[in-house]
């Protein structure tokens, strides 16, 4: 299913630093220059996860495959974008692609390092974005009234509840609320992320500081953290720079560089597992000897559809779900000792997989 993160920001923030961390390469470039990422850079990241090594350990299985989520480093957003100006709408068009937006701020002070409104606000930062967003929703917003006008007038059932829903978004927007900030009933949801509008995309902002802030943060990732808070969104401090250092180091290397600078976990880590928390996902596990390998799907998942992360045979074909809960392998060092205990249950196509659930499936094709 591939869940993707868009890397969202100003020019010039640390955008293609960050992504270059995260995927471990030198394939985006980053210079000191706005505008150096033209095409979107997409890059697969593993999530990280201790509890794969520990399912692996008990097992002995000799591979170990994480599962994956997708960043995408987009160009430099600039106030204006929603009227063409930067390079417009083809970010745009980027961002609606993403299930989710990491929204770079720049909380570094550095004077070598151009800011393209000369100084540095995240907070101010923030709200050009965001606005941008808005406006850029209101634009597709009023553009589609227009289209469903007729239908709407020969009471076309669908084309009503589109634009109930429509106006939703405008009077949020109206106000200067993103999209995101409308309560939507669960029965409309579906239709609601169909509309696949930019301000109702789920937000986390990454503050990136200075190298001597990594640890602590700084004042103005201080204001951040205050301003996410108070929108009931999340944020992590990070510097991008010190993670690209950090992501060329070997595993050894990297703990003691962490521990010199006081940190107990890359700062990567920290962001890709919050995007994961942002975008309501959870784990599941399937371990053997040959390997143990974790699969993403969206809280809520049945077991079936479940099953079909894996293959869609498994999903067509499902019988039955062999679960062993996560803390139960644990405890009972494994398949072996779990089923001894009574710990390895038998689920059916009803049953809705929980966090950590190992799962053995069995299915007719
Ligand atoms: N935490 C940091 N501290 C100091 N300098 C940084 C930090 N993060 C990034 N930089 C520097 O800022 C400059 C711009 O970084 P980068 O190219 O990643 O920005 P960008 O947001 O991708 O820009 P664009 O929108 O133009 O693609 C680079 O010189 C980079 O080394
Ligand atoms: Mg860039």
Redesign the pocket.
Known sequence: MGFKMGIV????????????ALTKTAA??????????IEPNVGDVAVPDPRLDKLAEIAGSKQIIPTRMTFV?I??LVKGASKGEGLGNQFLANIRECDAIAH?L???E?D??THVDGRVDPVADAETIEMELMLADLESIERRLQNIVRKVRGGDKEAVEQERLLNLAKEAIEAGKPARTVEIADEDQKQWKMLQLLSTKPVLYVC????TSAGSGNSQSARVAEMAAAQGNSHVV?????E?EISQLDEEEQEMFLSELGLTEAGLDRLIRAGYELLHLQTYFTVGPKEARAWTIKEGTGAPAAAGVIHGDFERGFIRAETIGYDDYITYKGENGAKEAGKMRAEGKTYIVKDGDVLHFLFNT
Do not use: H, Y
């Open positions: 920001g100003l020019p010039n923030v640390g955008k293609s630093t960050l992504f270059n985006a470039q980053a210079a000191n220059f706005p505008f150096c990422t480093d160009a430099g770079v720049r909380c570094f550095d070598d390092i990136n500081v200075e190298e990070i510097s991008a720079r010190i690209e």
